[in-house]
């Protein structure tokens, strides 16, 4: 049990250290597109249930500090086997500078799912800003996509938001429609030993007490957040005590409500606890992936 929290510490530790780096652009590189390429297969379409709203709006799905394919898989496959959406194409960034499109395409596809993979999935987050705003510039130009919705885990939200922050007037970009935030460091990893309750932390609003350098820098970019977005926040909480999802704090994950006051067509929290509300299992949690079908589709 011993050898467990030790691991367990030096984990989180790496974790902070390394989202750290990242959020406050210190280290990496800057690696530029240099190539974009496009392998597309002829396959069948998926047909989509009735249930849902078809459209030909794309839905972009990105990982964390860390993370890679396997961190959204599980959520695009629920999706799929829902008969909510059909998974189109994979986007690899690479160290080189090669952006690679493999998958199927038809501009009559309906509600088609974009995985996007970072090679370097522990880069600035200035540079996966960048990587994002290339990959969504391309969805557009080669691929005919004027509509777009973001799901994001982890740091893969904060690059989300921080995109459409950075972006939000380029007209060579679709248009962002709707957003789920999943364990977002918005402000940092603060308050990560609060000892108040879940319920006292969700009574209390959601300006950070604190604003760390990152939250400020997002402050400032608030008028360039594009209109009439609607975004499901979700947010895990262990329930061991110190409100937090073992990496990000429950504050934290919250205060993107406050980063995006008055900006956003609709807002939604949603907060799941327990093991299953770990933050590498809230991506994995079937509550969650209902709750992200519901409101994409």
């Known amino acids: 049990m011993k050898r467990f929290k030790t691991v367990l510490q030096f984990m989180l530790l790496a974790f902070v250290i390394g989202a750290t780096v990242i959020l406050l652009g210190a280290g990496g590189n800057n690696t530029k597109i240099t190539q974009v390429t496009s392998q597309l297969q002829p396959r069948t379409a998926k047909t989509i249930s009735n249930q849902y709203q078809k459209s030909k709006t794309a839905t972009v799905f990105l990982h964390g500090y860390n993370g890679g394919a396997y961190s959204t898989n599980y959520l695009i496959k629920k999706a799929e086997k829902a008969g909510a959406a059909q998974k189109a194409l994979v986007v690899n960034v690479y160290k080189n500078g090669v952006m690679a499109f493999k998958g199927y395409w038809k ?35 080669k691929y005919g996509v004027t509509k777009y919705n973001a799901v994001g885990h982890s740091l893969g939200s904060n690059d989300i938001v921080n995109q459409a922050l950075t972006y939000g007037d380029d007209q060579s970009l679709p248009t962002l429609k709707k957003v789920v935030t999943i364990a977002g460091p918005f402000d940092g990893l603060t308050g990560y030993l609060n000892a108040e309750t879940e319920k006292q932390v969700q009574a209390v609003a959601a300006k950070p007490i604190r604003f760390t350098r990152h939250f400020a820098e997002m402050l400032k970019l608030r008028a360039n957040f594009p209109a009439h977005v609607k975004m499901l926040n979700v947010i895990g909480d262990t329930n061991l005590g110190f409100n937090n999802d073992g990496y990000v704090g429950v504050a934290s994950a919250r205060s993107v409500s406050y980063l995006l006051r008055d ?32 409101f994409l589709w």
Request: proline share 3%.
């Open 263 to 294: 900006k956003l067509t609709q807002y939604r929290e949603e907060f799941f606890s327990g093991a299953d509300a770990a933050h590498c299992a809230l991506n994995q949690n079937p509550k969650v992936a209902k709750s992200m079908i519901s």
């Open 107 to 141: 501009k009559s596809i309906k509600n088609p799912m974009v995985q996007v993979v970072f090679q370097d999935n522990h880069a600035t987050q200035k540079t996966q800003v960048y990587w994002l705003h290339q990959v969504l510039v391309q969805l557009k130009a």
